[in-house]
């Protein structure tokens, strides 16, 4: 079955990703940059000096003012976008998966870089990243692309910082990082997103949750097997230790989000049971989303 299914596509179709200029690439594209040069689109006039080359004054300017200006323009240039999927394996709960809607979240921002003529590639990551990013520039890709996600299965434990480390290891060009994940992990968040906007990347994390992440179901006498790093305990679970917990995960959620935005990204919080559409539109729309503890940020 496709990851991507022809509805969403077509919700796909209407959306666009902005890019802040400074975090684009050096060739043509379709995203604005600061540099002025003679490109495609006007953006002011500047006065003639001697040595100026004379195809670009604005003739009709002259005829209007008397005076010699040039015609600047803003380049448009491509930007990578670099999209950072959590495989761990916390990311195999919920119904749907929290996995599988991160695999069409994924696929919805390679597919919507590939129609901007952008650069996408994807990452899967969980203690360390994949050896195998795949690289999505036009359609021809989106079958590789499918048989990526397919094979991505959750499992083993979380490093985001490390995995951040080895993306700049790997000289990666600036541009947008998308990091699709659960943040479920204890530790390494902080870090992690400082250092991507350190690196000059536009971060955006969308965190993929479900309701048994702020409120399990568990009761009675339980051995709990950590679904990461396989760490087993054994306690009795009631109602004032659910709460308690639950109470922890979101100044977890809370802190996490506060160092993304420290870092000048974004944070989008979705859940396994929003329709899809409603996921995609959210994720590429504004940037003011309920947080996990409720609140509209």
């Not at 975090?23 to 495609?40: C, D, E, I, N, W």
């Not at 990551?125 to 690289?135: C, G, N, S, T």
């Not at 992990?185 to 870090?191: C, K, L, Q, T």
């Not at 859940?271 to 899809?276: A, L």
Request: glycine share 8%; proline share 5%; hydrophobic share 40%.
């Amino acid at each position: 079955m496709a990851v991507l299914d022809r509805a969403i596509r077509r919700v796909l179709d209407r959306m666009r990703l902005g890019v802040r200029p400074r975090a684009t690439a050096g060739r043509q594209g379709s995203h604005r940059s600061p540099l002025k040069a003679h490109g495609v689109e006007f953006a002011e006039h500047r006065p003639y000096v001697p040595g100026d080359d004379v195809r670009h004054i604005d003739w009709k300017a002259f005829a209007r003012h008397g005076q010699l200006v040039m015609r600047n323009y803003e380049e448009e240039r491509d930007a990578f976008i670099h999209i950072l999927l959590d495989v761990t394996g916390s990311m195999s709960r919920g119904a749907p998966t929290k996995i599988e809607v991160a695999q069409q979240l994924a696929a919805s921002f390679a597919y919507v870089g590939m129609r901007q003529f952008d650069r996408a590639r994807v990452v899967p990551f969980a203690d360390e990243l994949d050896d195998l990013p795949l690289a999505i520039r036009g359609a021809q890709d989106l079958p590789a692309l499918e048989r990526l996600l397919a094979a991505a299965e959750p499992a083993g434990p979380t490093n985001f910082a490390a995995a951040v480390k080895a993306l700049a290891a790997r000289g990666t060009p600036r541009g947008m990082v998308v990091v699709i994940t659960d943040v479920m992990a204890p530790e390494g968040w902080e870090d992690g997103f400082r250092h991507l906007g350190a690196m000059g990347h536009e971060v955006r994390v969308i965190r993929v949750g479900c309701a048994e992440d702020l409120a399990p179901t568990f009761s009675g006498e339980l051995e709990l097997h950590d679904a990461e790093t396989g760490e087993r305990v054994r306690l009795r679970v009631n109602k004032a230790l659910l709460e308690r917990y639950g109470a922890e995960v979101k100044k977890h959620l809370e802190a996490a989000r506060e160092s993304c935005q420290r870092a000048g990204g974004r944070w989008i919080e979705v859940d396994v049971e929003m329709p899809m559409d409603a996921i995609v539109k959210r994720c590429f729309g504004g940037p003011v989303h309920r947080t996990a503890a409720g609140s509209d940020r």
